[in-house]
T-cell receptor
């Protein structure tokens, strides 16, 4: 399969809690990106982390990248009901064609 | 920010008909556009890469005669699902990379998607 794995597949939390989603991939990468998708809608780009970076922050989002383990995590702090969506990681392979390979995604539900 | 539109947003057609989906970059020129399909509760699967002025590059397992791609200008790529059947029902999403940027090494901009239902 061209896809990587994400876990958990589904996550249900209460507002105010933190949500952590993990992503693993199979090949060497140029960068890894996280996207959000509300039900039946297009994708919104959240954050991009390059292969030579280990951690990146954007507002309530924190992304880590461990290239030795071929894995990344997305942490959403102080979650809100509006964060309810599906979250996907996507990788761009290094030295190859510039296209995004998406992970399976995590469906996050944040309950008020 | 860069905006990508898709038209139509939703289409229902009879089995055997052909459906054309447009992907437009509204405020930038895109030398490369990508087409994805997404089944319910699943991830996006890359179908093909559309390059302005040249033939599209299809992913393994995607029928090029079934899914015709035309990238005739720097702001428009079209995907035509020929002789559509119920199994082609899916959510089709395009993305675009601004000209001059190395697509994939920087952010791709995604359209809102087109939901195709084949009866």
């Amino acid at each position: 399969s061209q896809q990587g794995e994400e876990d958990p597949q589904a996550l249900s939390i209460q507002e105010g809690e933190n949500a952590t989603m993990n992503c693993s991939y199979k090949t060497s990468i140029n960068n890894l990106q996280w996207y959000r998708q509300n039900s039946g809608r297009g994708l919104v780009h959240l954050i991009l982390i390059r292969s030579n970076e280990r951690e990146k922050h954007s507002g309530r989002l924190r992304v880590t990248l461990d290239t030795s383990k071929k894995s990344s995590s997305l942490l959403i702090t102080a979650s809100r009901a509006a964060d309810t969506a599906s979250y996907f990681c996507a990788t761009v392979r290094s030295g190859g064609y510039n296209k995004l390979i998406f992970g399976a995604g995590t469906r996050l539900a944040v309950h008020p | 920010g860069a905006v990508v539109s898709q038209h139509p947003s939703r289409v229902i057609c009879k089995s055997g008909t052909s459906v054309k989906i447009e992907c437009r970059s509204l405020d930038f020129q895109a030398t490369t556009m990508f087409w994805y399909r997404q089944f319910p509760k699943q991830s996006l699967m890359l179908m093909a890469t559309s390059n302005e002025g040249s033939k599209a590059t299809y992913e393994q397992g995607v029928e090029k005669d079934k899914f015709l791609i035309n990238h005739a200008s720097l702001t428009l790529s079209t995907l035509t699902v020929t002789s559509a059947h119920p199994e082609d029902s899916s959510f089709y999403i395009c993305s675009a990379t601004p000209a001059g940027l190395n697509g994939g090494t920087d952010t791709q901009y995604f359209g809102p998607g087109t939901r195709l239902t084949v009866l």
